[in-house]
């Protein structure tokens, strides 16, 4: 299976490219962020799945604004090729808007991979939103994009266990299943063998991007659940904070037990991370 283009630019999508990688579903090409400035001295830097692409000599193209003539005619890497030569599309944390037009090309369309079990949480922040809201389960789901956001018919789902994971640690386990589910699923779905289901709108949710006034805590006020589950579900981004003694304080690490609340790890503005 490598009839097939990838879209994703972010830690989560290399992971998921990589698997399929390592499985033998090497992509005809990559498309991903341009090249971004990177820390304190803005060095420009290459996205992860770009710097994959690279090691197995895989064409990168990197459009800042995806418009029907960026990747109808894929000529910067395929000179006369285009995408009506593919099977499908294959689109992981990809962050921008792809025009209907070009999502409806391939031969068998365009699959998303989203880290929740839809149609439950769509939208910027899945995992974080089920940690916030104390689900037990979370998950992976392949389904085909259409115009609307994460609304397309579902190919397949499977579960996973939140237990009390930190945002960052069940980001990778989903990007890991996603890329697994890839696997197993993509032979199946190019021979017709899956039927993808119209999802139940009655059961939809959505979720919105968090900002820095959303992480914000009062230790005396907010409930230890709640502070825990934001320490849990919104580190390090947009990052969970506090004011103590005038000073703004990072809430890096935290635990719930027993019906109270232990900070574990803290750090104030200017200063380095410390352990309690």
């Known amino acids: 299976m490598n009839n097939y283009v990838f879209f994703g630019t972010p830690d989560f999508a290399a992971t998921i490219l990589e698997k399929l990688i390592g499985a033998g579903f090497l992509p005809a090409a990559v498309v991903c962020n341009p090249d971004r400035p990177v820390g304190r001295k803005k060095v420009l830097t290459a996205p992860p799945t770009k710097i994959l692409a690279q090691k197995y000599n895989i064409p990168v193209l990197q459009p800042e604004n995806i418009r029907t003539s960026d990747v109808l005619t894929l000529t910067p890497i395929f000179g006369t090729s285009d995408v009506r030569k593919f099977d499908i599309l294959i689109v992981a944390a990809y ?3 792809i025009p209907e037009e070009i999502l409806q090309i391939p031969r068998l369309g365009t699959i998303g991979v989203h880290p929740s ?15 916030l809201e104390g689900d037990e389960v979370t998950g992976v789901t392949l389904y085909l994009l259409d115009e609307k956001m994460d609304h397309g ?3 397949t789902g499977r579960e996973f266990p939140i237990f009390n994971l930190q945002f960052s640690t069940l980001r990778q386990k989903l990007a890991e299943l996603g890329g697994e589910l890839l696997i197993e699923t993509l032979p199946k779905f190019v021979s017709g063998e899956i039927k993808p289901q119209v999802q139940n709108e009655e059961y939809a949710t959505y979720t919105k991007k968090f900002k820095t006034e959303d992480a914000y805590v009062d230790l005396e006020k907010d409930s230890p659940a709640i502070i ?3 320490v849990r579900a919104l580190n390090p981004e947009p990052g969970v904070w506090t004011m103590q003694n005038g000073k703004r304080m990072k809430i890096l690490e935290a635990e719930f037990k027993d019906g109270k609340l232990t ?3 803290i750090q104030f503005e200017g200063k380095t991370p410390q352990f309690l």
Not at 119 to 131: K, T
């Open 95 to 97: 962050a921008k808007i």
């Open 117 to 131: 079990l839809l149609p439950r949480h769509r939208g910027a922040s899945p995992i974080q939103s089920a940690i």
């Open 153 to 155: 018919p579902i190919i």
């Open 263 to 265: 900070l574990k790890k």
């Open 228 to 230: 825990e589950k934001k």
